[in-house]
């Protein structure tokens, strides 16, 4: 083999296993980080356009006036070994999703959403849906997954904890619900996605970080008026419905910064919670 | 299998299906006490129907719904149920679609209600609702912790009267776990008759033998 045959440096697409001194440079980051992160330079001006959020959910209604837009509906099921991902005709089987669609709408008016239905077709096999769901929007590549459920099985959890390190490394944010229930349920507790749960303040942009994990943050989900099948609106409370708030202001960064990875997005997050750094 | 055994052979001495239907009524009660709330009512989940069933309702609601069901993935029972996330909804009647939907499933239109899913380990069991709290107290998350809280109470019986409810289902056929459950409950009966101690002797003696051939 001729010497120019072998390459100085692995080509750029290859994962960096080591950090050879040559290639400090190569790693610079993009974002000039300020002094202090503040919420303005988070996102401020932003309006979350260009950021693919998914929701995972019941299904969306589409047309509602809280929701707008939906960009694409689509429904899982399983069929034996195979997974079938068809249109979603049905919009919403419950209420739930359209209720974070609206919620992610609200905070993140131009980010386009996209409805991932995963309930609906019963109990037994919901968990197996799920995962086919969640693989399915990794491999969409969406910016933001909300994810308002979480499944007890344990069998399931060792491959939902594979595929959301997956989302993490391909740069999925995953937003899950925190359970308030003393069962073992996943994925909200991996550390991988960002889990959630409520406070009862009114602020939508209020949101606090939890310093005794593992519930990381804490958000509105207390008494708010949501979206609700029908084009109409309910009253409603959940750590359900705190998860949507923190995927739309993870969408209004994304916007802004859309090339920070989940470790840093996870970062600014802290930095501008309202117990840390970041005033209302 | 040797679960559904050892659920048998305790099932043998354990009337189940009374207490089943006795606990189901004190969750109920007890949870409507709780939240001083106008009603609660308990659906649980059928595996192989793969349908939730109404179960028992206190309070305001028409005990002729119990035994009816619903899917178990659509409508707030079933969501609660499948994702295991409680949710507090108030306002129903502002929704017609939502509140028609309540009225089918607890026989009256409430004004809110709380549902949680009763969890036990990795099984979703049920959901338990609570319906129309006083309106002359606030709501709060505290609240919200103590029906899961309650809920989870309610779930360990529920599971531990559910294996003695299958166990009984078991000892109704021929096979293996009825066999053993007879045996384990002419064993008990031997031991509350004073004057037969002698043949209860004999036969765990027997059965020892028994366990040491196998």
């Known amino acids: 083999m001729s010497e120019d045959a072998v390459p100085q440096e692995p080509p750029e697409e290859l994962p960096a296993w080591s950090l050879p001194a040559d290639a400090v440079e190569r790693i610079r980051l993009e974002t000039a980080w300020p002094e202090r992160v503040t919420r303005d330079w988070a996102w401020g001006g932003s309006t979350g356009a260009g950021i693919r959020v998914c929701i995972l959910d019941s299904g969306v209604e589409p047309g509602h006036p809280d929701v707008g837009p939906v960009d694409n509906a689509v429904a899982i099921s399983i069929a034996g070994d195979e997974v079938n991902v068809e249109v979603d005709t049905e919009g919403d089987l419950c209420g739930h999703g359209t209720a974070c669609a609206g919620i992610v709408r609200s905070l993140a008016p131009e980010c386009e959403i996209h409805s991932v239905r995963v309930l609906g077709a019963g109990y037994t096999g919901s968990g197996g849906i799920l995962l086919a769901g969640l693989r399915w929007a990794i491999d969409q590549g969406y910016d933001v997954v909300n994810m308002s459920l979480s499944t007890t099985k344990q069998k399931f959890a060792s491959m939902l904890h594979e595929l959301a390190d997956d989302a993490y490394f391909r740069r999925t944010i995953l937003v899950a619900s925190a359970h308030n229930m003393p069962v073992e349920s996943y994925p909200w507790k991996f550390s991988s996605v960002i889990s959630v749960g409520s406070h009862e303040l009114d602020d939508p942009l209020t949101f606090f970080y939890n310093p005794s994990p593992p519930v990381e943050f804490f958000a509105r989900g207390y008494e708010l008026d949501v979206a609700w099948v029908g084009g109409g609106r309910l009253r409603c409370t959940g750590n359900s419905f705190a998860t949507p708030h923190i995927a739309g202001i993870v969408a209004l960064i994304l916007a802004k910064h859309p090339e920070l990875t989940p470790f840093q997005l996870k970062s600014v997050l802290h930095l501008t919670a309202t117990n ?4 209302s | 299998m040797s679960e559904d055994l050892h659920a048998a052979v305790a099932a043998g001495v354990f009337g189940a299906e009374e207490n089943h239907r006795a606990l189901l009524q004190s969750v109920v009660e007890v949870a409507r006490a709780l939240f001083r709330a106008k009603a609660s009512s308990i659906f649980l989940l059928d595996e192989q129907a793969d349908e939730l069933v109404f179960e028992a309702v206190a309070g305001e609601g028409a005990d002729e719904l119990i035994g009816k069901r619903f899917p178990s993935s659509t409508g707030i029972a079933g969501w609660v149920l499948v994702t295991r996330q409680p949710l507090v909804i108030e306002d129903v009647a502002a929704d017609a679609r939502f509140g028609r939907e309540a009225a089918e499933s607890t026989g009256y239109v409430p004004k809110g209600l709380m549902a949680v899913p009763l969890l036990h380990d990795e099984r979703a069991l049920g959901v338990l609702e609570v319906l129309d709290r006083p309106t002359d107290t606030r709501f709060t998350l505290k609240e919200m912790d103590l029906l899961s809280a309650f809920a989870n109470q309610a779930a360990i019986s529920l599971d531990l009267l559910q294996r003695a409810r299958r166990a009984h289902a078991a000892l109704a056929d021929d096979g293996d776990a009825a066999l053993l459950a007879r045996v ?28 040491q051939l196998l």
């Open chain 2, 184 to 211: 384990a409950a002419k064993l008990e009966q031997r031991g509350e008759d004073d004057d037969d101690t002698g043949s209860r002797d004999a036969a765990l003696q027997l059965l020892r033998a028994l366990e």
């Open chain 1, 276 to 279: 840390v750094g970041g005033e």
